[in-house]
């Protein structure tokens, strides 16, 4: 894997994708050094600092969400947009942006953003471009029926096929979780989520969220799905993981149309 600050992902000549590491940024101490998440008790000038780097090499300014596990997915428009640019400058209040776990747009006019640190971040647009979508997948929103929302919502506002992209999260030999999620989601996805769990012998289970994400999709008919199979646990260097260090800083995984 490259070690800059921010990879672009090649996915469609209608769309720009890009995500973040943890390198060549301003963060000090635990989040050293591209932190960029609000909420994570850092100096907010230093990660807006972060965020407007970030912005000068995507090519516009990026809107970032409030995730909190949710279900909730908004359809986004200049009127939810908050600028980095005037936080940083003092114009406006420091905001963690719209109170959501997806966000889907139309707009041209800027990008979106997913802040991870383990939690798979999910990418859609359409085949034609005219709509994109960023989504906080962990495993409680994915079984919460965030998947099922952000897509709903992109087909309310677009009827052209829908693709997928599945960003850098913690991998399917990193993710240790217990017996009743394997029941939690063959409740929900039924007995082929059973395939994404894999039995250790301390009677844990090892669980591929990516695994979980696609059949929701497949589920959903999006059967154009690009996984990262970048594990944000085993990337000491260039990663944040929160399981591997609770105190720690967020990528982002951001798109826009072009």
Known sequence: METRSEIEVKLSDKVKVFFTTRVD???KG???SNNLGLHVHDDNETVLKNRLKLEDAVGKEILFMNQTHSDRVLFVGAEHFVSNKDMAEGRVSVSLGPDCDGMVTDSKDFALAVLTADCLPLILYTEDGSIVAAVHCGWKGVYRGIVNNALETVRQKSSSPVHAYCGPCIGPESFEVSEDLLFKFSEVLGDEAKD????RDNGKYLCSLPGLVELNL???SVNSVTKSNID???ETELLYSYRRSAITGRMATV???V
Request: glycine share 6%; hydrophobic share 40%; with cysteine.
């Open 255 to 257: 798109i826009t149309a």
């Open 218 to 220: 497949k589920k959903l």
């Open 196 to 199: 994404c769990f894999t039995l």
């Open 30 to 32: 635990d989040f050293s």
């Open 232 to 234: 944000t646990f085993k």
């Open 25 to 27: 940024g301003f963060s």
